[in-house]
C-alpha cells in the first residue's frame, strides 16, 4: 500500500506530519534518504514514528501510540468540543476554503489559539500558543465529558 504523507503548517512555520489524526514533527534524516518524523508527544514518551522518502512517500509507520488523537469530546450539556493536545476547541465559524474554525475555549481570557478544520476532519492550520494551561476534563460513565 503506498501513502502519500500529508502535511499542516503551523503558523510559526513548522511543518507537521499528519496521519491518523497524529501528528509528527521532523526529527531526522534516514539512511535511506528522507525524514524521520516523531509524534509530537515524544516528550510525554510517545515512541510512534514515520518514516518519509524525499518523494513524500511514507516508507515505515510505527504507529503504537501512548495517548489519544485529535478527537472530539461531548460535554454533558451537549456541546461538541475538539481536543488537541489536552487543549479544547469549540467552533466558532467557517474558514473560506471550505471547513470550520475551532478557538480555544478559553479565547474569552484572551487565548488566540484556533485551529482550521478541513471538511474531511483534517487539521489544516493549527495555532497553538496557549496564554494558560490545558483544562482537565473527565470522562463520565454515558461516555460525555465534565470540566473539573
Ligand atoms: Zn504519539
Ligand atoms: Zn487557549
Known sequence: ???????????????????????????GPIRAGGFRYSCSSVHK??????????????????????HEPTTYITLTR????????EYTYFKSGYVRAGGSRYSCSSVHKGCKAHLHISKEDVITLAVTEHCHPPSKYIRTKSGLYMKV
Open 78 to 85: 451537549g456541546t461538541k468540543l475538539l481536543l488537541l493536545n
Open 1 to 27: 500500500m503506498i501513502l502519500l504523507a500529508t502535511y499542516i503548517t503551523l503558523t510559526r512555520g513548522t511543518r507537521l506530519l499528519l496521519l491518523n489524526e497524529y501528528t509528527y514533527s521532523k526529527s
Open 45 to 66: 514518551g510517545c515512541k510512534a514514528h514515520v518514516h518519509v522518502s524525499r518523494d513524500d512517500l511514507i516508507l515505515l509507520a510505527a504507529t503504537e501510540h501512548n
